[in-house]
Nanobody, 126 residues
């Protein structure tokens, strides 16, 4: 059984930082692209950061570039999202996801991912 379990969400003031973690079991992350997605109330789920297992590259949505950093620890079978300079518009439920993708690049649409966590709430507010 594949499980992805996120943690690290919470309430933070604008300009603050949070680090999200996603621990994976049931699959070997070395063989999977991993992504972080978010969904705000009334909005569609959107991708924010991706990590390719094929060539090690990371990709970011323009809205989080230079503020968020995705990383993975294959030994721990875990993926992380460091979020700095947080803004109120970053408020959302954040999900990690994984899919097997054996070529250059990363899938960016939620429908292209096979495995999902349950999500963790991030609220940016003063």
């Amino acid at each position: 059984q594949v499980r992805l379990v996120e943690s690290g969400g919470g309430l933070v003031q604008p300009g603050g930082s949070l680090k999200l973690s996603c621990v994976v079991s049931g699959i070997n992350l070395e063989n999977y692209v991993v992504g972080w997605f978010r969904q705000a109330p009334g909005k569609e789920r959107e991708g924010v950061a991706y990590s390719s297992n094929y060539d090690g590259r990371t990709t970011y949505a323009d809205s989080v570039k230079d503020r968020f950093t995705i990383s993975r620890n294959n030994a721990m079978n875990a993926v992380f999202l460091q979020m700095n300079s947080l803004k109120p518009e970053d408020t959302a439920v954040y999900y990690c996801a994984a899919t097997m993708y054996l070529r250059i690049g990363v899938p960016v649409r939620p429908g292209e991912y096979d495995y999902w966590g349950q999500g963790t709430q991030v609220t940016v507010s003063s």
